[in-house]
């Protein structure tokens, strides 16, 4: 098996050595899930990067619909205003990217998001499908496929309902908290 040259982490993206630090943004109120993206994201990169793991502070804790999702931008957002100095790169960690466009108008640094770094990487491969949780995602991420440019890559979406914890109203709606 051949090794892959210093700083390249799977993916094929290169990190430098070090000094990358790199503002991870969950723009749902989930810590759970901020906490285990961060857990796999530090797997991968090791201690070649310093993560900041930052969890929406409002909005809901399951992103099911297009309003859910504008609260979750609108958190991201607020997320990189407070947190954005001193990294060098933004990763969205909420699959369908939700404030995605709106964050690259403002950061300083170079923006990533996890629904376009996945949908990158499988076009690059040949057409690519996408299975998700919630009816209301196909037509969303229908949209989003579109804006990177890989409509014609994409073979299909198929969505599943998701678990019963996650259809609870209380999950779905956003919920203030200031």
């Known amino acids: 098996m051949t090794e892959k040259p210093p700083g ?3 993916g094929g993206f290169f990190v430098r050595e070090g000094s990358m630090r790199i503002l991870l943004i969950n723009p749902n109120t989930s810590a759970t899930v901020t906490d285990l993206v961060a857990g796999h994201v530090r797997a991968q990169l090791g201690d070649q990067v310093e993560l900041r793991p930052v969890t929406g502070r409002f909005g809901a804790r399951y ?4 309003s ?3 609260i979750a931008g609108h958190a991201a957002l607020e997320a990189l205003a407070e947190h954005e100095d001193g990294c060098d790169a933004v990763f ?3 699959f369908g990217d939700p404030g995605l466009f709106a964050l690259r108008d403002i950061a300083q640094v170079p923006v990533i998001g996890m629904a376009e770094a996945a949908c990158l990487e499988a076009a690059a491969g040949g057409p690519f499908g996408i299975v998700t949780g919630g ?3 196909e037509p969303m991420l229908r949209e989003f496929v579109s ?3 890989l409509t014609e890559h994409l073979a299909a979406i198929r969505t599943v309902a998701p678990r019963a914890a996650a259809r609870s109203p209380a999950i779905l709606t956003p919920r203030w908290t200031h």
Not at 63 to 66: P, Q, S
């Open 63 to 66: 992103i099911a619909c297009r």
């Open 135 to 137: 009816a209301a995602w």
């Open 92 to 94: 969205l960690a909420c």
């Open 8 to 10: 390249i982490v799977p």
């Open 68 to 70: 859910a999702a504008a």
């Open 147 to 149: 804006a990177l440019g």
